[in-house]
């Protein structure tokens, strides 16, 4: 479940205090904990607007780590905990996630280039994964996003979604992310299905999962779920216990139904 940081030191929206970017980032955890949730992943995505990752101030990733670190002493060493840094920020992530005892990252821009609201993204799997080795942070693990949301993929129209999956397995992601066109955009259920049936490690739904569509992406191996979990269904709001607590409930109970089928 996406647990989304304020704004950052050295962002435009900055609210001069990084005790209060801890205190919500920790009270949106234990909102998280008490509603049974089975991972957190951490963003910046109130950092906007975004920079490409070469633009990324080293205050984001201190920013980070510290909160990081604290959310996972927060939550119990039973839910897996990542981090992803916005925009491209991979080796950023990496480097967080391995100094605060996360057990993985979201990536974009793994493989192939995209253009996004942000500029142009280039693949860096090959240099991501040898700067893991470097830190020996090889329990990290890399989940990517293919074909990104919020991106053009015009240059990579001769390459289907299939094709970009099995990149990525080849290019050695540890799973890959399909997504909507945009945060909150479900997901085409018949895109997970023939992504799937292309590559054999794990595939994540990105984007707009509800307590409504859950059981379109029940065959997915994970589904990561952010906006809904918010007031109204609204990124930017604060995150709703109660919706929380509807989804995990209907997870559940397909989990258990799937059980005995």
């Known amino acids: 479940m996406v647990l989304r940081l304020k704004h950052h030191a050295g962002t435009p929206f900055y609210k001069g205090s990084i005790q209060k970017i801890l205190e919500n980032a920790c009270r949106d955890a234990e909102k998280y904990v008490t509603s049974n949730i089975d991972g957190v992943l951490m963003e910046n995505m109130n950092d906007v607007p975004y920079v490409q990752a070469k633009h990324l101030g080293p205050e984001t990733t201190a920013v980070m780590s510290l909160v990081c670190g604290e959310v996972r002493r927060l939550v119990p060493s039973s839910i897996p905990c990542g981090v992803q840094v916005l925009a491209g920020g991979n080796k950023e992530a990496v480097a967080i996630a391995h100094a605060s005892g996360l057990q993985f990252i979201r990536a974009e821009g793994y493989v192939f280039s995209h253009v996004a609201d942000e500029g142009f993204t280039d693949s860096s799997a090959g240099e991501l994964l040898r700067y893991r080795r470097q830190l020996g942070a090889d329990n990290v693990l890399v989940f990517t996003d293919i074909k990104k949301k919020h991106s053009a993929h015009a240059i990579t129209s001769d390459v289907s979604l299939e094709e970009t999956a099995r990149a990525a397995e080849f290019f050695c992601s540890d799973g890959v992310i399909v997504t909507g066109s945009a945060t909150g955009d479900p997901a085409n259920p018949h895109q997970l299905t023939a992504v799937k049936k292309g590559c054999s490690v794990p595939v994540l739904i990105g984007s707009g999962v509800t307590a409504a569509n859950l059981c379109d992406y029940l065959q997915a191996n994970a589904v990561i ?37």
């Open 225 to 261: 779920v952010g906006t809904h979990f918010k007031h109204n269904g609204q990124w930017q709001n604060e995150v709703d216990v109660e919706r929380v607590k509807v989804f995990m409930d209907k997870m559940h109970q397909a989990r258990l139904k799937t059980s005995t089928d």
